[in-house]
Antibody
Framework: QITLKESGPTLVKPTQTLTLTCTLSGFSLSTSGVGVGWIRQPPGKALEWLALIYWNDDKRYSPSLKSRLTITKDTSKNEVVLTMTNMDPVDTVTYYC???????????????WGQGTMVTVSS | QSALTQPASVSGSPGQSITISCTGTSSDVGGYNYVSWYQQHPGKAPKLMIYEVSNRPSGVSNRFSGSKSGNTASLTISGLQADDEADYYCSSYTSSSTLVFGGGTKLTVL
């Protein structure tokens, strides 16, 4: 059974760097055709795609946030890490990580999602 | 890249069919068959309902169907049920090798 779980601080100060970890279970990012993405959602608002990393270390970033984002994977720990620099109160949202499996639902659809983690940016 | 355009809300009565549109450009929706649809109930994570325009993942009811014409994709839900009441989001691959979501549509089952 594939599951993903987000973890990280619930509160960060403005200008700080946020580091979020997505712990993978039931699959490995060393397997061909697998990817993990990050998506965020302000309270009561729409989903926003942030970043994506594939098993072959191919990385994609949202153009509007690219300068602030870094996505990495640690296959030995079965984790994907997203860092976002220069946090601002507008970055107070729920962050989700999600699985992509080419063999089941293609290259660009998130078929399994984590439960999400809420991050508040405040001094 | 701009968010894909969806109607803010749609509604229908139980048993009826509704369609939610998702309009983009030739650089995203119109250029690729990589449109996905997600259902999100309040306080829950999104659930994939349609991928690659019209394919249903295993376990998703065949009451949900997807299509595309030009730069607009559509999600149709037939035989509306109370549990279909949720927010729905489309997403698409783009010519920049990135992804973009729509603004979301709130479905109300009357």
């Amino acid at each position: 059974q594939i599951t993903l779980k987000e973890s990280g601080p619930t509160l960060v100060k403005p200008t700080q760097t946020l580091t979020l970890t997505c712990t993978l279970s039931g699959f490995s990012l060393s397997t061909s055709g697998v990817g993990v993405g990050w998506i965020r959602q302000p309270p009561g608002k729409a989903l926003e795609w942030l970043a994506l990393i594939y098993w072959n270390d191919d990385k994609r970033y949202s153009p509007s946030l690219k300068s602030r984002l870094t996505i990495t994977k640690d296959t030995s720990k079965n984790e994907v890490v997203l860092t976002m620099t220069n946090m601002d109160p507008v970055d107070t949202v729920t962050y989700y990580c999600a699985h992509i499996g080419f063999s089941t639902t293609g290259w660009y659809a998130f078929d399994i999602w984590g439960q999400g983690t809420m991050v508040t940016v405040s001094s | 890249q701009s968010a894909l355009t969806q109607p803010a809300s749609v509604s229908g009565s139980p048993g009826q069919s509704i369609t939610i549109s998702c309009t983009g450009t030739s650089s995203d929706v119109g250029g690729y068959n990589y449109v996905s649809w997600y259902q999100q109930h309040p306080g829950k994570a999104p659930k994939l309902m349609i991928y690659e325009v019209s394919n249903r993942p295993s376990g998703v009811s065949n009451r949900f169907s997807g299509s595309k014409s030009g730069n607009t994709a559509s999600l149709t839900i037939s035989g509306l049920q109370a549990d279909d009441e949720a927010d729905y989001y489309c997403s698409s691959y783009t010519s920049s090798s990135t992804l973009v979501f729509g603004g979301g549509t709130k479905l109300t089952v009357l």
